[in-house]
Structure formats: C-alpha cells, structure tokens
C-alpha cells in the first residue's frame, strides 16, 4: 500500500529526515510518535504529497509519487488520499454537509452522487441531525468526526491524520480514537497517525518511532 525508501528531507543545513525506509499494510492502522522535532510531521506531508522529499521515493497504491508533476499530485490528493488535522479546518460558512461535499465537487462527481456519499458518511458518525449545522454549531468531537467524513468522501485509499485528537477533551478522544477502527472495518481504509497520545499509539496494529529523523523502532500490537 505504502513504500517509502530512503526518503531524505533537510531544511537549510537541518537534516530532518535521514533515510527513512517503511512500508505499511493496506487496511493497516499505523501511528508514528516521538519527540518534538523528530520529522514526525514532515515526514506524514511527504506521504500526503504536501512536500517533496530531497532523495528516496514514496509509493502509495502502486503510485511513485516523486515522479509526478504538480498538477497530477494535487488530482493524486484529492483522489488517493484524506487528510485529517488537529484542528478540523472546516470552512465556517458551509454547513456540515457542505464540508464533507467539497473534496468531491473537486474530483468532478456530480452534486447528487456528492450528497449520497455525505449522507451516508453523516449517518454512520450518527450525525445526520447535524448535516444542515454550521461549524460553530457543532461541538469540538462533531466538527473532528466532520473532518474524517470530510477525508473519506472520496473513498480514498490512505487516510493521513496529524495529532486528530490533539484537541479533545478525553471522551471525544476515545470515542474518535474507536471511529478510526470502525472505519477501517467498514470501509477498508489505511491509516497513517502522527501522535502524541499514548492511549491512540497503544491501540494501533504498529506503532514506529521517529527519533532525530530516523526509525529508532517499530512496535507490533500484542494480541
């Protein structure tokens, strides 16, 4: 589902990556955690096509994405990938429906089959009395559960998520924690997690841990 080989990344005379080699499994939920400057972050913007790598290669769902232009990375995104981010990024001026329906009105899909898909999406985060609420109507656990609706409505194959649940207060935490896997289980989505919480890296089937821009480990799920 996703290779990475060798990927290089420095800012400046900063080497923030420094050979980073993995591979994860499709279906699979992975969280990558460390310390503060590790390249945590800059090494899931590289999987998520948002920056370039300096050396090495990213292949997603059979894709070498260092060979693309900038036009086919930007279609590759909205096709491929979800993201997710600490602070849902909603836009205030749309409603909840609206939100999850963007990616697809961007990927070309006609404003029926868009509506379909976030109605279906809102119905299994049990949000359907939400769909006509603007982002400030919304408590902070609904807004990030629109943000995941947001990132799967184009049925992509790799959900990227940085710090998800930086933000909630610890039931929503766990409850957001769960929608991963049940995601997973209903729709077959990959994920990739850059984490602080100890809680969400213990429950995933693979923790890997960063270190001064290397893999210092990777640690298994005990069954």
Not at 105 to 110: N, P
Not at 120 to 142: I, V, Y
Not at 177 to 196: A, K, P, W, Y
């Amino acid at each position: 589902m996703i290779d990475i080989k060798d990927i290089k990344k420095s800012f400046g005379s900063l080497e923030v990556l420094k050979g980073i080699t993995m591979h994860v499994d499709r279906g699979e939920v992975v969280s990558i955690v460390g310390p503060s400057g590790a390249g945590k972050t800059t090494l899931l913007q590289i999987i998520g096509t948002l920056d370039r790598a300096d050396s090495g290669y990213v292949t997603v769902d059979g894709i070498d994405t260092t060979t693309l232009s900038q036009k086919k990375l930007a279609d590759f995104r909205n096709r491929h990938l979800g993201f997710v981010f600490q602070f849902h990024q909603l836009l205030p001026e749309f409603t909840a429906i609206e939100n999850i329906m963007i990616p697809a009105y961007i990927a070309g899909v006609s404003q029926h089959k868009a509506k379909e898909r976030a109605q279906e999406l809102l119905q299994f985060m049990q949000l359907s009395d939400r769909a006509s609420h603007k982002p400030a109507e919304l408590s902070g656990g609904e807004k990030q559960r629109i943000a995941v609706a947001r990132a799967l409505v184009n049925n992509p194959a790799v959900i990227l998520a940085d710090e998800p649940s930086g933000s909630l207060d610890t039931k929503n935490k766990q409850e957001l924690h769960q929608l991963f896997f049940d995601l997973r289980d209903r729709f077959g989505q990959t994920f990739v997690i850059v984490t602080h919480d100890e809680q969400l890296a213990g429950i995933t089937d693979r923790t890997i841990h960063l270190r001064d821009g290397m893999i210092e480990n990777q640690e298994q799920e005990q069954l």
